[in-house]
T-cell receptor, first 113, second 114 residues
Framework: GESVGLHLPTLSVQEGDNSIINCAYSNSASDYFIWYKQESGKGPQFIIDIRSNMDKRQGQRVTVLLNKTVKHLSLQIAATQPGDSAVYFCAENGGGATNKLIFGTGTLLAVQP | DGGITQSPKYLFRKEGQNVTLSCEQNLNHDAMYWYRQDPGQGLRLIYYSQIVNDFQKGDIAEGYSVSREKKESFPLTVTSAQKNPTAFYLC?????????????FGPGTRLTVL
């Protein structure tokens, strides 16, 4: 979802549960999407990407789902661990060829031990 | 180790002073980017460069300037014209891939104007 001002959407989960983080993207021309993880005070780290010719892509413990009909992207994290606590951003490329990315405002994932 | 370095990690500036943030990459990437991040918000693009000696304004370029004299380096100057410069600044780089490649980020510089 979108956030306003200083208040990020927050997802609180128990350690060991699965997490699902959602993102609504803005540009129907976007054909490349990325999920990043950002820990406090650090730069974003790449998690997984997906191109628009795919609906689903799996990585290690993570799965990204793309629904182009409703312009929705989700990140699923299996067996969530305390080290997964961070802000998660989705990004889209807007369909351009310049490698520019458009970032969402992020979701804070809080893993309770 | 390959990667992107930014320096300094923390920077304090008095109002009215210009300050330059360093970004260096040894990934042999053609494209480099500067973003600004404010608390609870996403990344906003300041400037980007797809090749040496060329750069373009992003969404919030006013009060900032850049240069791209070397492939490895993309310094950002925050000028006194930037009305609200206190923020976390992130540099990134990528291969040229027609808009379908990942950007790699540096650790960031936190700028505080006193």
């Amino acid at each position: 979802g979108e956030s306003v001002g200083l208040h990020l959407p927050t997802l609180s989960v128990q350690e060991g549960d699965n997490s699902i983080i959602n993102c609504a993207y803005s540009n129907s021309a976007s054909d490349y999407f990325i999920w990043y993880k950002q820990e406090s005070g650090k730069g974003p780290q790449f998690i997984i990407d997906i191109r628009s010719n795919m609906d689903k892509r799996q990585g290690q413990r993570v799965t990204v789902l793309l629904n182009k009909t409703v312009k929705h992207l989700s990140l699923q994290i299996a067996a969530t661990q305390p080290g997964d606590s961070a802000v998660y951003f989705c990004a889209e490329n807007g369909g351009g060829a310049t490698n520019k990315l458009i970032f969402g405002t992020g979701t804070l994932l809080a893993v309770q031990p | 180790d390959g990667g992107i370095t930014q320096s300094p990690k923390y920077l304090f500036r008095k109002e009215g002073q210009n300050v330059t943030l360093s970004c260096e990459q040894n990934l042999n990437h053609d494209a480099m980017y500067w973003y600004r991040q404010d608390p609870g918000q996403g990344l906003r693009l300041i400037y980007y460069s797809q090749i040496v000696n060329d750069f373009q304004k992003g969404d919030i370029a006013e009060g900032y300037s850049v240069s791209r004299e070397k492939k490895e380096s993309f310094p950002l100057t925050v000028t006194s014209a930037q009305k609200n410069p206190t923020a976390f600044y992130l540099c990134a780089s990528s291969n040229r891939g027609g808009g379908k490649v990942e950007q790699f980020f540096g650790p960031g510089t936190r700028l505080t104007v006193l």
